[in-house]
DNA sequence: ATCAGTTTGAGTCAATTTGACTATAACTAA
DNA sequence: TTAGTTATAGTCAAATTGACTCAAACTGAT
């Protein structure tokens, strides 16, 4: 059996100088923008909520950035993903999906960064479970402050995202629980894509696409004629991470 | 002046056995997967090739893979990838996208390694140029052997994606030169998605985009009634690498 | 010089989809 | 009972798409 050689190197925890910067290899982390929707506190219509944490050191003490952490050996980077998210916010997303690798040299003023985002959505039982402190709050996504890092860019490409796989794919039952109206699922596109949209067609159109299923259950006590409940079947995105080869 | 704190570690090169490799942390690596249109040897028609290096060292001595290498400290993920490209290949392409980061936990048997794919379109002026070699060859999209580490996953990802983003955006112009007559692009498409397209229905959608323009010349030399030469005029995707801060 | 063959490029027409709008059904609250 | 509100079906013109026809413009062979 071959003994495995060995080479010694130094890690930098802390302020190292340009130099030695540069001769340590890029450090590796995993954060993740999670969308909820909740309704807004002046029109009570629903919109769109990340939840940040606040960063407990340097760099960045005191600002809030995305939940994450660093990748561990033993799992794979979506388990990373979603075990960090449980562990910084308590939340166990409907959705989860890789965003994008962000490895720009100067993300972190104290070391070479490189971070596999993921962008996850929950439902709104789920986002109101959710751990609240001190150190954990939800933001509006179009209210967001000046974030650590580069993480104003980085919800703001996951929100074009968002909006661009609502536009084609199938992705906004996720928000939703498995029986939903479809002012609801309307309600939806209007939060995220910010517009308002006719009932009529509308529904013409979720209607005509084969994944919706219709129930026999209406959904009672609401104020006026009670909303037939639908159910959606199809299945989650094509990717690497929901196929065969992670 | 504070001191950086140091932690000393130690990295396992080789054959590490599984308790050491669980706590060496994963190494990140750059890989792209190339696409340029070639004649097919057998109709003539443009299909979908890709250059693959073959491995001259083990895990997997001898077969074929995806060219890529280790991220180094001065550059970005995008720069890397680039910069192997050209290494590697000779190829400067003309676009250049992101296609996902791979971080299974056994993509290769002797340690840990995030692979951070980016995928490109190469010119057919410059694919010819490219340096093929004993050890650098160019293979058909779909006619490809058994592949190293998990790379033939990693091509079925990226021909997803280019089909995808081929039949939404406007992509199918890297494939061409400057300027082009609306045919080619035709051919593009047939020969990406494997499809015939009725000509006349085809070129009526293409016109109709309006980052076509139209331009006073013709092609010359070919046996039949010269075709007007157009030109692309929009600009790449909104990628983060393309965007602001990547 | 003429004709056959081929590709470019414009246009026609019915089928389908989309956007704006109307009307009715079904419920609650007063 | 009635006014108010949402759910849901349906109508109709405009826009888009798919299948198809036809003239224009070139080459190469006769």
């Known amino acids: 059996m071959p003994i495995a050689a060995k080479r010694v190197i130094t890690v930098y925890t802390t302020s190292a100088n340009v130099a030695e910067r540069q001769s340590a290899p890029p450090s590796l982390a995993i954060s993740t923008v999670i969308f909820a929707l909740r309704p807004s506190e002046s029109s009570g219509r629903p919109t769109l909520w990340i939840p940040l944490v606040r960063r407990i050191r340097e760099p960045f003490k005191g600002l809030w ?11 794979s980077l979506q388990d990373a993903a979603s075990r960090n998210l449980r562990e910084t ?13 962000f490895g720009g040299m100067h993300r972190s003023p104290t070391q070479r960064v490189v971070s596999i ?40 490409y996951a929100l074009w995202r968002l909006r661009n796989k609502l536009a084609y794919g199938s992705i906004a039952y996720h928000f939703l629980g498995e029986y939903f109206t479809l002012a609801q699922v309307r309600e939806v596109y209007e939060a995220v894509l910010d517009t308002q949209l ?9 209607k005509s696409t084969p994944e919706i299923e219709e129930t026999g259950e209406f959904l009672q006590g ?14 989650p995105g094509l990717d690497p991470d ?3 080869t992670p």
Chains 1, 2 share one sequence.
């Not at 950035?65 to 799992?75: I, M, S």
């Not at 916010?89 to 690798?101: F, I, K, N, R, V």
């Not at 609401?222 to 299945?235: A, S, V």
């Open 222 to 235: 609401g104020k006026h004629r009670p909303p037939r409940l639908y159910r959606f079947t199809g299945r």
């Open 198 to 206: 006719d009932p009529a067609n509308f529904r013409r159109q979720i």
């Open 242 to 244: 929901n196929r065969s």
């Open 65 to 75: 950035a995305l939940p994450g952490g660093p990748l561990t050996h033993a799992e």
């Open 117 to 156: 985002v993921y962008w996850a959505l929950v439902q709104p039982t789920e986002a109101a479970l959710a751990d609240e402190s001190e150190n954990v709050r939800w933001f509006r996504a179009d209210k967001l402050g000046s974030l650590a890092f580069d993480h104003n860019g980085i919800v703001e």
């Open 89 to 101: 916010t308590g939340l166990a997303p409907s959705y989860l999906e890789q965003l994008y690798a």
